[in-house]
């Protein structure tokens, strides 16, 4: 008992003083840096043209019919949108399959094979705040995926100009041209390759009955599902779940289909980064912005430009150290794991069932003082 109380003691008073500085994070990107579509036929289109509406929690209508009532689109090639969350979302090797962040949009299956999909790829970067400035002005890094393997020979610009009348440079719809955009002006970014994305739909490249995905790392490429649909039969099996704890769980990214309990979307693994000049490992420890940048040059003839639309970004379902089990780390998990370490049964009966083991911070199979440092490490991001 005297050694329960000594640790109690501590814990409170070490982990209290990490409380102002965690309280409150959202799990969801919460502003918007910079945004800069390209042409498209979405960009003055008040459903689509505003880039709030990539903040937050995402809206999911399901594999087959998305939701679009909370998008935004990028336009044309090499439209972006950079978005900044509320705190640093960590590479932590303990969250589910390694995965750190999702990306949200509103991709479907097409005649219900996951193997073929109506998806209008982004390419992902990502940047740490190493000056602390607050600005999005430190190295950018690149999440290769599966088709960006020569990521200078691949990058790109394109020409546009507001004179619609010139056919030098498109667009040839004015109403394709962004606002605040006149004169002659250029968009970059990735190049995905065209055998694959110039496609009015995305096949599998291992089959359209393959199980493991040959396409992976990009934006609007897996559906949105809807909230508290569960197993992915587009039926609602939690209806008290919030979206802080269904879009915070991700999806395989390698394997066909979606994993059970997730919100679906696009996963990365903040360790897949990659220094996209020399093609060497990033070493990043987590990011502060992300920007997602259409690497698709496809105009089709009915659905016109191929435009990734985003509806939200996420940082993954921290698992241990959520003792709440409400898709959050931060103050609110600090007495929850003061009653784990002491009472394992009160603790799983006062939170629902949320399980006693969130609290074995060091993953050695026990609760105990050990787990107070990588906890106080997890609540601050301060994580070697």
């Known amino acids: 008992m005297r050694t329960n109380m000594i640790i109690s003691v501590a814990t409170i008073v070490v982990l209290w003083t990490v409380v102002p500085s965690v309280w409150g994070q959202s799990p969801f990107a919460a502003e918007v840096v910079d ?216 999806d395989d990214p390698f394997e066909v289909g979606m994993t059970p309990g997730s919100g679906g979307g696009d996963a990365l693994d903040i360790a897949w980064a990659i220094d996209p000049e020399t093609g060497q490992a990033s070493g990043m420890d987590g990011f502060d912005f992300i920007r997602i940048t259409n690497g698709v040059d496809f105009i089709a003839a009915i659905f016109n430009e191929s435009s990734p639309e985003i509806g939200g970004v996420a940082d993954v379902l921290p698992g241990e150290g959520d003792m709440n089990c409400d898709g959050l780390l931060d103050g609110r998990d600090i007495g929850p794991f003061v009653m784990a370490i002491l009472d394992a049964a009160a603790y799983e009966q006062a939170h629902g069932g949320c399980r006693w083991l969130n609290a074995d911070i060091d993953r050695d199979g026990e609760v105990g003082a050990s787990d107070v440092g990588p906890f106080v490490a997890k609540l601050t991001g301060d994580q070697e």
Do not use: K
């Open 35 to 250: 945004f800069s579509p390209a042409p498209g036929q979405f960009v003055n289109v008040p459903e689509y043209d505003d880039p709030s509406r990539a903040l937050g929690p995402p809206v999911g209508g399901g594999l087959y019919n998305p939701d679009n009532t909370s998008l935004v689109s990028l336009g044309g090639f090499g439209g972006s949108i950079t978005l900044a969350f509320d705190h640093t979302v960590m590479d932590d090797a303990t969250n589910p399959s390694g995965l750190d962040a999702i990306v949200f949009g509103n991709a479907h299956w097409v005649g219900g094979n996951p193997n073929r999909r109506w998806a209008e790829c982004g390419a992902i970067e990502i940047s740490r705040d190493v000056n602390g400035n607050g600005q999005a002005d430190d190295p950018w890094y690149l999440i290769p995926g599966s088709h960006i393997a020569d990521p200078p020979g691949q990058w790109e610009a394109r020409t546009w100009d507001d004179d619609v009348g010139d056919p030098t440079y498109p667009p040839t719809h004015p109403a394709w041209v962004p606002p605040g955009r006149s004169g002659v002006w250029t968009t970059e970014g990735y190049r995905l390759p065209p055998a694959v994305f110039d496609v009015l739909v995305l096949e599998n490249p291992n089959g359209l009955d393959a199980e493991e995905e040959g396409v992976f790392g990009y934006a609007d490429l897996t559906p949105t599902l809807i909230l508290g649909d569960l197993d992915a039969d587009n039926i609602v099996d939690d209806p008290d779940i919030t979206p802080a704890q269904f879009y915070v769980v991700p």
